[in-house]
């Protein structure tokens, strides 16, 4: 072309307007297989068939069961703009489907040659034909089908565009970005029966899982060994996180299965990825991640899809609510499946320091004791105690039993006395003394919790919390995130303290006396409490009482 012609401003053809704006909307094999398995999804479909070959640069093909285009829509459903899916600008705030646009259909048919075949239920089956954007055939059938459902085959992509097949990546690049999109599609869509078939490989069937979603997500990332998958669930002001965490782990991100979907959509999130992987550090051995299935459920109005042609990306407009719930959604969720597990009503070893002046740390026994049972069984514990048979080795004469542990009181043994702890006046004890004594310096903490009091917090109050290490930050109405807390106390459920503090109590030498509502999980914090106070100091102060047999059985 010569220069001179280049000056030449004329309007672009139709048909390469659609070529550029494909560019847009099918970047690659994998956002086509996307744009026509959400179209599927919003149909209605209830089976889904897919089927790649090339990685599919030679086919992609997605057949399904959902209501079919009208034969006298079929063309337009290929043309730019055409949507049935929002009809004002103000449906994009309240969208139940995955499209929206009205430009996939069009993008894919201005690059590939495709056929499509459709009919709604009752209704004879029409056939489309286009090329490069052109109309090739447009058929319709005598028959009458009393079933409805779309079957698109796409080939050659890109066939028109060469200049784009030079940016496609690696054979294996493609096919991981064509698993990750049918995985999406399994993990989102369980209510579906969704078969895959790549190249000459046998098909592969899911079945629709209805509620079971941890049925699918294990059938869908399970590699070869057993997932041991761990599920938390947390809400908070209409925001649902419900999280799926394998605990088999390893370092590096190869072929791990990270998905993050919100409102049903796969998104990428860098922030929202490490906050997920930090926040299970408890589950995973330092330096080790693990697959996760993540899905945020938020009203529409609070996010916003809309941002980028390939709808990858989202934009939250209270991204650091979002943020917290999920940390704290994940840390107090794996903490209380811990504690879950270490009060289980069966024998286990801890490691439980002595109390007293005696701070040495050593194994010693955690025995549960079952108070449900008949009083005989509790006599006959305490004629074993009696007779020293509960202990077998002298080594262990000054261990600590944990007999059991009830709302209020626990039950512990120590040097073959029992003694009735009340935990509540433990705990108030316990923080006063950490508050008083200790180290009071403000600690970030890695992500701020979100704090839910059911009244204001005044400002002196918050300037008193700021002066013992608790810096709270107002963040609208009665929504409050904690920023710091005092290094003293990081052994010390505080977070819970604070909340149940901030609720009744009414000013801050209350605080230590607060009693909390379940004390018995709490059975680590009481030990750690017991270690860090002397039991005769707490004997004296009667937070701690020795029972002796009749003692005890007067009570029952
Ligand atoms: N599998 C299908 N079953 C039934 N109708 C379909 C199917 N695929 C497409 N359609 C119809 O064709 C229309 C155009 O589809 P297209 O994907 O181009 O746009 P969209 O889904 O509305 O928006 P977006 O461009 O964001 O995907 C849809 O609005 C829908 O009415
Ligand atoms: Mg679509």
């Known amino acids: 072309m010569a220069h001179s012609d280049l000056n030449k401003i004329q309007l672009l053809p139709e048909h390469i307007i659609d070529q550029i704006k494909a560019g847009e909307v099918i970047e690659r094999p994998s956002t086509l297989l996307k744009e026509l398995l959400e179209n599927s999804v919003d149909a209605g479909s209830t089976q889904i068939d897919i089927e790649l070959a090339n990685n599919g640069l030679d086919l992609v093909s997605v057949k399904d069961n959902g209501k079919g285009i009208p034969f006298e829509d079929l063309d337009l459903a290929f043309c730019r703009h055409a949507t049935s899916k929002i009809e004002n600008f103000e449906d994009l705030y309240k969208l139940s489907t995955y499209g929206f646009r009205g430009e996939a259909l069009a993008s894919i048919a201005s690059i590939t040659k495709l056929s499509c075949v459709t009919n709604q239920k009752g209704a004879p089956e029409g056939t489309i034909k286009i090329h490069g954007g052109e109309v090739v055939t447009l058929d319709q059938d005598k028959d009458i089908l009393d079933v409805s459902g779309t079957s698109m085959y796409i080939r050659d992509l890109f066939y028109n565009t060469p200049a784009r097949m030079k940016f496609i990546q690696s054979k294996t690049s493609e096919k991981n970005q064509l698993d990750k999109i049918v995985k999406a599609f399994l993990l989102t869509q369980p209510d579906i029966k969704i078969s895959i078939k790549w190249d000459d490989q046998d098909k592969k069937v899911f079945g629709a899982c209805g509620e079971n979603l941890k049925k699918r997500v294990e059938e869908t990332i399970k590699k070869n060994r057993p997932l041991n998958l761990v599920e938390l669930n947390s809400s908070y002001d209409q925001t649902n996180f419900r999280v799926f965490l394998s605990r088999e782990s390893s370092r590096g991100n190869a072929g791990k299965s990270q998905f993050l979907f919100v409102n049903g959509r796969l998104v990428q999130d860098t922030a929202i990825h490490k906050i997920i992987l930090n926040s299970a550090y408890s589950l995973w051995p330092q330096g080790e991640t693990g697959n996760y299935c993540a899905y ?49 009503p069966t024998e286990q070893n801890l490691t439980m320091p002595n109390i007293g002046q005696d701070r040495q740390s050593k194994e010693v026994e955690y025995r549960s004791y079952d108070f449900d049972s008949s009083n005989s069984s509790l006599q006959n514990y305490f004629e074993r105690l009696d007779t020293g048979t509960t202990t077998t080795e002298a080594s262990q004469v000054d261990e600590i039993n944990v007999i059991n542990t009830f709302k209020d009181c626990s039950l512990f043994s120590h040097k073959e006395k029992v003694y009735l702890l009340n935990t509540p006046k433990l705990m108030g004890t316990w923080l006063d003394h950490l508050i008083t004594n200790g180290d009071k310096t403000p600690m970030p903490l890695l992500v701020s919790q ?107």
Do not use: M
């Open 450 to 556: 979100p704090l839910r009091p059911s009244k204001e917090i005044s400002p002196s109050l918050s300037k008193e919390l700021l002066a013992i290490g608790f810096e709270i930050d107002n963040i609208g109405e009665n929504n409050y995130v904690l920023r710091t807390f005092p290094q003293c106390l990081k052994n010390f459920p505080f977070k819970e303290y604070l909340e149940a503090f901030l609720n009744q109590a009414k000013s801050i030498s209350e605080l230590a006396s607060f009693l909390i509502e379940e004390q018995s999980s709490w059975s680590r914090q009481h030990k750690k409490a017991l270690q860090d106070l002397s039991l005769p100091e707490l004997i004296k102060e009667e937070i701690v009482v020795e029972l002796t047999r009749e003692k005890l059985l007067k009570l029952l």
């Open 296 to 344: 945020i459920n938020i009203p529409s109005e609070r996010v916003d899809v809309n941002i980028h042609p390939n709808k990858i990306q989202v934009k939250f407009f209270e991204a650091s609510k979002i943020y917290s719930l999920i940390s704290s959604a994940i840390k107090d969720g794996l903490a209380k499946q811990r504690s879950v597990t270490t009060n289980r």
